[in-house]
Structures are given as C-alpha cells and as structure tokens.
C-alpha cells in the first residue's frame, strides 16, 4: 500500500482584501496519511479542509511544496500519467454531486474501470462483482439501473461511495462524505470506510459530523489554514 504525503505544502488563494490581496486557504504544513489507518479533519466552513484535499488529491497544485504518492511526486507528472495514477491508486468522493446524469447507478459506480482499465489487474477481479458487493454493501443495490435524477441526495452520495471503492484505491479521500446521509446510512459508511483502514488502506475523512469521530485512528482540525493533531480525550 502506498503512502500520501504533503511536504510542506500550502494553498494560497487570490482574494481582494484590506491589507493584501492572497491569503492562505492552507498554511505551509507536512501532512501525511499513512497506510491502514483513519486519518479524520474537522473544523469550520471555510477553514481550508476541501483545499487540503484537493491538494492531497492531485487535483489541486499546492503554491509550494510538494505531494508524493509512494516515490511519485504527483505535480511533476503530466496530465495523463497523472489521472492514471490517481484512478489506480486514489479513491476520491468529492464534497459536491458528480453523477453522469445519462449512466445509470451501476455504470456511474464503474466508470473509473471503464475510462482506465488496465488489462493485467483487471483480468483478476471482477469490477461487475465488486460493483454488486459495494452496492449491496451501501443499500443501493435496488437501484442499478435507475438514472441519478430519480435519486435521493444521500442515495447519490453512497453511489459516489461505491464508485471511489470500485478501483480498490491505496487511498480513499472523502470530503464530507456522510454530509446528507441519516444515522442508519452513516453508520453503514463509516463501517465501509473503517473496514477499507482495516485492510491496510490510509483513509482521509473531512467532515464536521461528529459521529465520525468513534471511527477515527488519528484526529485532526483545522482553523483557518492551520493545521492541529487532536489528542485523544479517552
Ligand atoms: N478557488 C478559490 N479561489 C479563492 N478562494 C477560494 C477558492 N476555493 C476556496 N477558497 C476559499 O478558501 C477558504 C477555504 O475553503 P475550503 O477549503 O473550501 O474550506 P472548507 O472545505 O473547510 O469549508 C475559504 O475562505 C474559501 O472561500
Ligand atoms: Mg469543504
């Protein structure tokens, strides 16, 4: 299993203010997500949690700094060897709905093996399978063949779930995640994601759901771009 880590990464945005006009979403920090555990941040809107996780995800490049998956160092890659390697090894459901409306449930959920299929890992699991087992586990497996319009918000959150797992990542990012689900769901996806940790995965929770707290091996909060370890109040 791969580690992701930030060294000495921060995230500067351009925004029109009194004394200056860039401010720093996320202050220079080293951050680190090791294997086999779960790494949960918390704190305020606004604080820098989804830029952290950007960043963390390749999606966002850091104003300093740098982001390696393993030995790669995510922003010195090109575009597309970067997107495959982010769709081998990093599972992202991002904080907002990203269905493709005219795919149904299913093939939403395997799409990321539909665009980047590699013939020798795939040829040993069986994505369709894996797909059945994720929405099974998730309670959507009703719904397969509907279309995202005909579903519920929490319903769309958990298909994002299934289709972040469906390439069994190194890392699962999750912004968010439980944001718009009731007890029962939120239990059952913090089950998953614990489960995922339990196989030797280094899971990234950002949230300001409380419930998730329980299912964190290591805590952290945000304000304002900084960055702190909570200590454990057991
Ligand atoms: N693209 C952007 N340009 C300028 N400011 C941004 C941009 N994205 C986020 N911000 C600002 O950065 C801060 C942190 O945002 P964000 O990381 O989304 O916080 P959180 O996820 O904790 O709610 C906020 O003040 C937000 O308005
Ligand atoms: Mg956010």
């Known amino acids: 299993m791969l580690t992701l880590r930030g060294e000495g990464i921060s995230g500067q945005f351009i925004r029109k203010r009194k004394d200056s006009n860039v401010f720093y979403a996320v202050e220079k920090t080293d951050f680190e997500l090791p294997p086999g555990t779960m790494t949960v941040l918390s704190g305020e809107s606004g ?9 963390l995800a390749g999606l966002l490049r850091p104003t300093e ?14 575009d597309k060897p970067l997107s495959i390697l982010r769709s081998r090894h990093i599972g992202l459901v991002p904080q907002g709905q990203t269905p493709l409306m005219a795919l149904t ?5 395997l799409l990321p093996c539909t665009l980047y299929r590699q013939k020798d890992r795939d040829g040993a699991v069986d994505r369709e399978k894996l797909a059945e087992e994720l929405m099974e586990r998730t309670g959507i497996a009703d719904l397969r063949d509907v279309l995202p319009k005909e579903l519920s918000g929490g319903e769309l959150r958990r298909m994002a779930i299934a289709r972040a797992l469906i390439m069994d990542p ?3 990012l999750a912004d968010e ?3 718009d689900l009731d007890d029962e769901n939120t239990e059952i996806v913090l089950g998953l994601f614990k489960e995922q940790a339990g196989k ?5 929770l950002v949230t300001h759901d409380r419930d998730t707290f329980a299912y964190a091996d290591r805590r952290f909060t945000m304000r304002s771009g900084k960055i702190e370890a909570v200590r454990d109040e057991a």
Do not use: C, Q, R, W
């Open 47 to 55: 604080s820098g949690k989804s830029t952290l996780l950007h960043m």
């Open 65 to 78: 700094g740098k982001v390696l998956l393993g030995d790669n160092d995510l922003y010195s890659l090109d």
């Open 105 to 109: 449930v299913k093939e939403n959920i």
């Open 170 to 172: 190194d890392v699962i």
């Open 177 to 179: 995640p439980t944001g």
């Open 200 to 204: 030797g995965k280094a899971v990234f």
